[in-house]
């Protein structure tokens, strides 16, 4: 009897977890946020541990799966929605090198050192700090690296070519919200914006999907 119950809350249990996962979204498995990884931790261990209690039956199981899961789905929709939630759940990335310069406040901010640094680089096949331009450590703990010119694996040095400024792009709108603070570090304003916007008759800011600034480039935009 133990068997037919197990092998009946085994597959209940595969089969909602598949729809969890379908449901709410692809993310949860890479564990792209904080919040994702907590999810599919708390998912697994909900599973888990009902399978292997005898006092629990297959009611259960699909009751504490639902409610689990309509959190999640609620969670992320409301992310979807807003903004400030957006950030709160899934974290904002950490500049620690800009324009080859190690920022050391960045580094204790999120509680690394230089060696813990130097490991994720070796890691992302960069075993030299002065090889980096920009590096950001992502909300799931990875590195985004871009390298100075010289060291991309296409480098001006094969074509004798001289050496280019690095520029990260830099968003300042995003779904209709501006980024104020990024707008201010450019050295920038909002009458530069606007006439920045004009230029593809863009009058109102809500109207954009997302903006981005790259020097040497400009302005890329995508409306909604």
């Given at each position: ?9 085994l ?7 598949f ?9 949860i498995?890479?564990?792209i ?7 599919a ?14 006092k ?10 639902c409610i ?6 609620f ?16 974290g ?50 990875s ?15 094969d ?21 104020w ?15 920045q ?14 903006a981005?600034?790259?020097?040497g ?8």
């Open positions: 009897m133990k068997i037919m119950y197990l092998t009946i809350e597959i209940v249990g595969f089969f909602f977890l729809i969890i996962v379908k449901f709410v979204g692809k993310k498995i890479n564990q946020s904080p919040f994702t990884f907590i999810a931790i708390v998912l697994g261990e909900l599973i888990g541990n009902a399978l292997y209690d005898h629990i039956g297959v009611l259960y199981i699909i009751y504490s799966m689990w899961g309509g959190l999640l789905f969670v992320e929709y409301l992310s979807q929605k807003f903004l400030a939630i957006r950030g709160l759940v899934e904002k990335p950490s500049a620690l090198i800009k324009n080859g310069i190690v920022d050391r406040e960045a580094l204790k901010k999120n509680r690394m050192n230089l060696n813990q640094l130097q490991n994720l680089l070796r890691q992302s096949e960069t075993f030299s700090i002065r090889e980096v331009a920009f590096c950001y450590l992502e909300a799931n703990g590195l985004s690296i871009l390298k100075k010119s010289k060291y991309q694996k296409t480098t001006q040095e074509f004798n070519m001289p050496s280019q400024v690095v520029s990260v792009p830099i968003t300042l709108i995003r779904d209709g919200e501006v980024l603070d990024e707008i201010i570090d450019l050295g920038f304003d909002e009458s530069w914006l606007k006439s916007l004009n230029t593809y008759n863009i009058t109102d800011y809500k109207d954009v999907f997302i981005e600034w790259l020097q480039e400009g302005l890329f935009v995508q409306v909604i």
